[in-house]
């Protein structure tokens, strides 16, 4: 079962999973699927694994943990990604429990620095207090490179050449652009939109 990292050294081809949430429609759909890319560090694709999550709910950390958890890469991950820290809309995940779940730790990556406090004022205006709580509990963000990340089961120092390994072909490291553009495809027919 793998461990909760601490160490200072990365290895090249480190096993991370990058994940990300497919479209959806807001006005129509109550589920959305979420890809996982299992990527040997910023290079090769191993696998795929998917799950699905309620649109606005909050199942997103259960669900996640058990598609890891299920997986028969569980055992070789030694990071997981996650293309901000709500997928489905407004489903957060609890990236502390995520990580003591399944003893992987949990890098969340952003594009943009986030603008918390607008989120915390829609989730408020929607009585999801519980949400607003696990948006605070997140910890803080940090820059690193062009990106800004949350971390939880490891330090920044090592969660930094994480994301130095994995960003081989754009700034967004390579799982998550991964997962994607594998999500874009699936709904689409083919990947739209920036990755």
Do not use: W
Request: charged share 25%; proline share 3%.
């Amino acid at each position: 079962m793998p461990e909760t990292s601490t160490c200072s050294m990365v290895k090249k081809q480190i096993r991370v999973l990058g994940i990300d949430d497919a479209h959806f429609d807001k006005f129509k759909d109550k589920e959305t699927l979420i890809i996982g890319a299992f990527f040997r560090g910023g290079e090769f694709i191993d696998g795929i694994v998917s799950t699905r999550v309620m649109v606005d709910g909050s199942d997103s950390t259960k669900k996640i943990t058990e598609m890891v958890k299920n997986s028969k890469f569980y055992p070789q991950i030694r990071a997981i990604m996650l293309d901000g820290i709500a997928v489905g809309g407004l489903n957060i995940v609890d990236i502390q429990r995520l990580n003591k779940a399944t003893k992987i730790p949990v890098i969340v990556v952003m594009r943009k620095y986030p603008h918390i406090s607008e989120m915390e004022n829609a989730l408020a205006k929607i009585s999801q207090k519980t949400k607003v709580s696990l948006l605070r509990k997140a910890g803080s963000i940090h820059k690193a490179g062009s990106i800004f990340i949350q971390v939880s089961g490891t330090d920044l120092e090592n969660a930094k050449q994480i994301i130095r390994i994995t960003c081989t072909h754009s700034l967004i490291p390579e799982p998550i652009r991964a997962a994607h553009l594998i999500a874009g495809g699936i709904i689409f027919g083919e990947s739209r939109g920036k990755a």
